[in-house]
C-alpha cells in the first residue's frame, strides 16, 4: 500500500512510476468506495488521478498554487494533501466537501463549486505574486466542459496578457457533464486528433504558449510535461486528453451517468423497480413532450445541466431541433431564449436555482427589458443541506426585484400545469415558473385561473386574526400552520396561496385589515430581497403586524435540513410560538 | 442633398456610389450636429456610416434581421430607416433614444445598451426563423471592444453551431471605449496585418466561415463581401476594419476623448476653467495616487470603462503595474480581485452601477462565499433621468442581499475617505462602497468610526416622534425633510445615517421605539429588495410605522429627475405630507 505513506505532497516526490501507478489504483478505490457509500463526483476524479500526482510530483504546493475549477474533480487532491482518511475510513466520508475548501487545508485556495472561474482565480492569484515580488508557480485546472462559460474566457483573455508565470492545464475527456456543445470542442477535436498541431489553435489564438498530452493518463508523459512548464515565464497552456471515469468499465462507457452518482452505484439494483412515479420532473418532461410535437416553436433549452431537468439523451433525441444544450453559458441561454421569443418560437429555458445567478444582467437586459415572453423553469429552489456552493435560496430576491418579469410559485400539480399553459400561450411576459421541490400534489381539479390578472392573491381558506401567505414549496406548510393555531390557540387562520413572487395584491392585503391583527409570510429562500419583506413594506404604516419567515442571509455548509428549519423557525410549532408571542405582546400592548 | 429623399432603406437600393458617399458625408454631419447640440456617442457612429449604408443596400431589413451590440452605434441605422428628423432637425433630437429602440422601428430588434449581447440574440432570431420554416439573413453587429466580454463568447460558441445563416460583421477599429484588453487584440491585429490570413484564426477556431475586408470605410468593398455573404447557409464572420471617429480630425487623433462627447464637442472653451473643484471622484483619484505609492500591493481594477473613474490615460500611466483595465468583463475582474485579494494584494475594484449587474454570481460565489477582501467601488449609483438600458437603481438590492458583503453608503467627504482607509485596511469581508453622487460635501472634522463594528448606524440628531434614516446620497434629502418637518408640524424628527447597507442596528432601532412613532427610510435605488424593507420586516412585530421612500421596481425610459422624484414622493414636500396622512392616521385610528 503506497497511500498510507502519503501524508502530504512531498511523499508523492519520493514515490517512483511503479509505486505512483500503485498509488493511482488505490486513489481509485477510495474514490469508488467513497461515491458508492455516499454518492459524488464519480467520474471526473476518476479520470484525473494521474493528473494530481503528476501535479503534486512536479510542483511544491502550498508554495506554488493550485486552482481548480467547479473543484469537482479534488478527491485525489486532497487524498494526497493530508486527507485521505475522507476517502479510505468510512468514518470520515462526511469530514471533508467534495470541493475544496480553504478551511480544510492549505492545499486549498478558493471555496469553488461553480464552472469557469478557475483561470480568473489564478490569473489573480499570479498578479498578487507578480506585485508582491514573489517566485511560485500558479495552476489552474480547468475541464473542458468549463470552457463554455464566459468567465472562462474571460479568464483566458486576461491570462495571456501576463508577463509572468501561469500554466493552465486544460483537462479534455471530450465531454462536459453531458456531451459538449459549442464551436470550440470541434476545435479541442481537431487538436487531439492532430496532436496538438491542427490549424487555428483557440487557444495560441488568444495568444498562449501551447503543449499537448496525447495520454493524459500517463503519469510519465504528464511529468515530462510539467516539467517542461514548471517555473515558465509567461502564460501557458497544457492540453491534456484524459479519459473520463477511467478504472470503472461502465463510467468509461456512460460517461454522463457516472458524472455524478448515487450511493449504490456499484451494485445497482435491478432495473423492476419502475414503477415512476409522478413527480414535478416527470410531468414537465411529458408537457413538454406533448408540447413540442404540437408546435414546432415550442423548444427546450438548458445550460449544460440537463440531468437536473430529467432530461436524458433519449428525451433529448425526441425533442430533435426543438431542443438546445448551450453548454455552460448561461448568459447566453438567457439571450438566446429572449431572441427566440422576439422572434415568436416559444422557448421553456430551465436552470437549478443556483445556477440561474450566473445570468444576472441577461434576465435584466436582454430578457425583461425587451419583455420578451419567455417561460423560465427554476428548479431545486429552497432551503437545503447542500454545500455552500451550491445553494439554492438566492433565486427569489434576484429574480423578483427585476421589473417585468412574472416569477409565479405553484403548490400543485393542477396549478403548475395552467401556469405552464398560460405562459407558453401568452406573448406580454418574461415568466418565470419556481417548481415545486415538494413531492407531487394533485388536488385533482383542473386550474382555470387566468393568470393574466397579474398579482392577484389566492384566498384558500377565509378566517380571522392571523392570515397565513404560504408562498410555493411553502404552502404545505401554511397548511399545517393553519392546523395547529387552530388546535394550540383557537384561531381559525386564513390561508392563502399568493402565487406570485413579483408583486402583491394590494386590494387583497387592504381587506385583511378589517379582521386580522397578524399577516405572517412563509417563503422557502432568504428573506433579504425577497417576497415577505414586500407585505412587510406594504402594511409599514397600518396597524397590522408582520412576521416573515424564511431563510437568513448566509452561505451555510452542509447543514441538515431540520437543523436549518429549527433555526429559521420553520415548523409549525416554532411559527405559532411566534405567533403566539406576537399576539400576545399586543394583548399586552392595549 | 441625398439623405432627404431617403425615408426608408428601399431607398438606399437606388443610389449609385457617388450619392452613397454624399449620403456618408451627410450622415456624420447630422452626428456632429446633433452630438455636438446635446451630447452622445460621436466616435462609433463616425466610424460605422459605410457599413450601415452597405448593409442597407445589400440586405432588406427589416425582413433580414439587424442586431446591433450595444446599439450605441446605430445613428446611421437610425437616420436611414425614417428617423432622420431625429439628427437634422434641432426640434426633433430629443425624439429617439440613442440605442436601438423596437417602439421607434421595425428595423429595430431590441432595445440594448449593454454590451456583447449581439451574438446571443441574433443566434435566437436564427433558430427562431429556423424552426419557423421562414427565409431570411440575420446579421449581428459589433464591435470589437465588446469581443472581451463572456457573453459574446458564449454566444460565438453557439452561434457557430447553428446549420443555417447567421452573419457576424465584427467591426474591429482597434479600440473599445479606452484601449482593448486581453489576447484575442493580438489576434485581431495579427490579422488585419496578415490580411485576414494570420496563422491561429480566433474565429476559424470556434468553427466560424471568415471573411476580411481591408477598408472598412470603403463602401463598395463593404457592397462587395456583403453581397458574398447575403444568403450564406451557414455562420461567417464578417471582420471589417474601419476608422473610429472618421470625418472629425481630434475624433481620429483620440478616439476615448470622442468616443461619447458631451454637448459643445466641436467647439471647446478654452481650457483656463481648470479650476478643478473637488468632488468624489477627484479625492478618489488623489487617494488611490497616494496608496498606490505608499503600498506596492494597492491595485486599481476596472472593466473596461476607465473614463467613468475619471482614470486618464496618464493617470492610468501613473499607476503603472498597479492598474489592470481587463477590458469588458466584469466577470474576470470579480473573480481576479478576489484571488489578489486572497493572496494580499489590495485590489481597488470600480464599476458603473448599471455594469455591475453583469456580475452577480462571481460577487456571490468567487468573492463572498470567498470573503476576500477587496474595497469596490460602485459609481452612478441612484435614480437618475437615463435611458432604460442604463438605470443605476438596481446595484442595492443585487449587492446587499448577497452574504459577507458590507456595502457602504457614505454622506460626506471624511466618512468616504475614513471608509476607504478603513476598507483597505480591513482583511475579513469583501467591501462595497456607494460613491456619492451628490455634489462633494465636507463635514471638515475627521471621521475615527470604527466600521468593523458591523451595521452601527449613526445618530445625527435626536429627537422624537419620527425618525428619519436617510442612505447615501438621500441623507441630505433626510436633512431637509428634517427641517420642514419641524417648520411644517412642529415635530423634532430624529435624523439617522445607516451608512450600512446590508445589515441593519437592531439595538438602534429597537431603541427608537421608546418614544417614535414613525421610521420613515430614503433610498436612492429601487424599493424592492432594497434596504428599506428591511427595517419594515424588523419592525413588523412591533407598534412602530414604518414608511419606505425610493423608486419603484420599473425600467424609467429618459423621465426627468424632477418628474420621477414627483412619482416617487422624493421630495421633501411630499415625504412630509406622507409622514402627516401616516401620523393622522394614526391619530385617527386611536
Known amino acids: 500500500m503506497v497511500l498510507e505513506k502519503i501524508n ?72 494526497l494533501t493530508g486527507r485521505k482518511e475522507g476517502f479510505t ?85 471530450d465531454i462536459s457533464i453531458a456531451e459538449n456543445h459549442g464551436g470550440l470542442y470541434d476545435n479541442l477535436k481537431n ?48 492540453h491534456i486528453y484524459t479519459e473520463k471515469g477511467l478504472g470503472l ?30 413527480s414535478y420532473t416527470s410531468i414537465t418532461l411529458d408537457y413538454i413532450s406533448k408540447k413540442t410535437k ?28 426543438q431542443y438546445t444544450d448551450v453548454g455552460i453559458a448561461e448568459e447566453h441561454a438567457v439571450a438566446y431564449s429572449s431572441a427566440l421569443a422576439k422572434q415568436g418560437a416559444k422557448p421553456i429555458l430551465s436552470f437549478m436555482s443556483s445556477f440561474v445567478q450566473r445570468t444576472y444582467d441577461q434576465l435584466s437586459q436582454d430578457l425583461a427589458l425587451n419583455n420578451s415572453p419567455i417561460t423560465m423553469l427554476i428548479y431545486w429552489g429552497g432551503i437545503s443541506g447542500a454545500d455552500a456552493t451550491h445553494l439554492c435560496t438566492f433565486d427569489v430576491p434576484l429574480i423578483s426585484n427585476i421589473p417585468n418579469i412574472v416569477y409565479l410559485a405553484p403548490v400543485n400539480k393542477e396549478e403548475y400545469l395552467a401556469m405552464l399553459d398560460w405562459s407558453i400561450n401568452q406573448t406580454k411576459y418574461p415568466v418565470a415558473i419556481r417548481v415545486p421541490m415538494t413531492n407531487l400534489v394533485s388536488v385533482g381539479i383542473k386550474d382555470t385561473t387566468d393568470y393574466s390578472i397579474l398579482n392577484k392573491f389566492k384566498i384558500i381558506n377565509k378566517g380571522e386574526n392571523v392570515a397565513i401567505i404560504g408562498a410555493g414549496n411553502f404552502f404545505q406548510l401554511g397548511e399545517k400552520v393553519k392546523a395547529l393555531l387552530n388546535t394550540k390557540l383557537g384561531i381559525n387562520a386564513t390561508l392563502i396561496n399568493p402565487v406570485y413572487l413579483t408583486g402583491i395584491d394590494e386590494e387583497m392585503l387592504n381587506n385583511l385589515k378589517s379582521n386580522h391583527k397578524l399577516v405572517i409570510t412563509l417563503e422557502d ?37 431540520s437543523d ?25 400592548s392595549k
Chains 1, 2 share one sequence.
Open 191 to 238: 487538436l487531439r486528433e492532430s496532436n496538438g498541431n491542427a490549424e487555428n489553435n483557440f487557444f495560441k489564438s488568444l495568444g498562449f504558449d501551447y503543449y499537448f498530452v496525447k495520454d493524459g493518463n500517463d503519469t510519465q508523459s504528464l511529468i515530462n510535461t510539467f516539467k517542461k512548464v514548471k517555473d515558465i515565464d509567461h502564460p501557458v497552456i497544457v
Open 525 to 561: 429562500n432568504v428573506l433579504n430581497g425577497g417576497f415577505g419583506e414586500k407585505i412587510s413594506r406594504y402594511y409599514g404604516n397600518s396597524e397590522m403586524k408582520v412576521l416573515n419567515f424564511g431563510a437568513d442571509k448566509e452561505f451555510t455548509d452542509r447543514i441538515s435540513l
Open 294 to 321: 404540437e408546435d414546432k416553436t415550442v423548444i427546450a433549452v438548458n445550460a449544460g445541466t440537463p440531468g437536473v431537468f430529467g432530461y436524458t439523451p433519449e428525451y433529448r433525441n425526441s425533442l430533435g431541433n
Open 564 to 588: 436549518l428549519y429549527e433555526k429559521y423557525h420553520l415548523t409549525p410549532d416554532l411559527i405559532v410560538d411566534d405567533i403566539a408571542k406576537t399576539l400576545n405582546l399586543l394583548e399586552y
Open 8 to 79: 502530504s505532497p512531498k511523499d508523492v516526490k519520493t514515490l517512483n512510476l511503479d509505486e505512483m501507478k500503485i498509488l493511482a489504483d488505490e486513489i481509485r478505490q477510495g474514490i469508488l468506495d467513497k461515491v458508492n457509500a455516499i454518492g459524488g463526483h464519480m467520474g471526473p476524479n476518476l479520470g484525473i488521478v494521474e493528473t494530481t500526482i503528476a501535479m503534486h510530483y512536479v510542483f511544491n504546493s502550498p508554495e506554488d498554487k493550485f486552482v481548480f475549477d467547479v473543484s469537482h474533480q479534488c478527491y485525489p487532491h486532497k487524498m
Open 89 to 173: 475510513n468510512p468514518n470520515e466520508y462526511l469530514t471533508y466537501t467534495g470541493y475544496t475548501a480553504p478551511e480544510e487545508s492549505d492545499h486549498d485556495l478558493f471555496k469553488v463549486g461553480h464552472t469557469s472561474t478557475s483561470v480568473s482565480l489564478a490569473t489573480g492569484v499570479a498578479k498578487a505574486r507578480d506585485l508582491k515580488g514573489e517566485k511560485y508557480n500558479v495552476i489552474a485546472l480547468i475541464g473542458d466542459g468549463s470552457l463554455s462559460g464566459g468567465e472562462a474566457y474571460e479568464g483566458l483573455n486576461n491570462a495571456s496578457t501576463l508577463n509572468s508565470n501561469i500554466i493552465i492545464i486544460v483537462n479534455d475527456n
Open 249 to 278: 468499465k461502465p463510467a468509461v462507457e456512460n460517461k454522463e451517468a457516472y458524472h455524478w452518482a448515487l450511493p449504490g452505484v456499484l451494485n445497482p439494483q435491478s432495473d423492476n423497480n419502475t414503477t415512476q412515479e409522478e
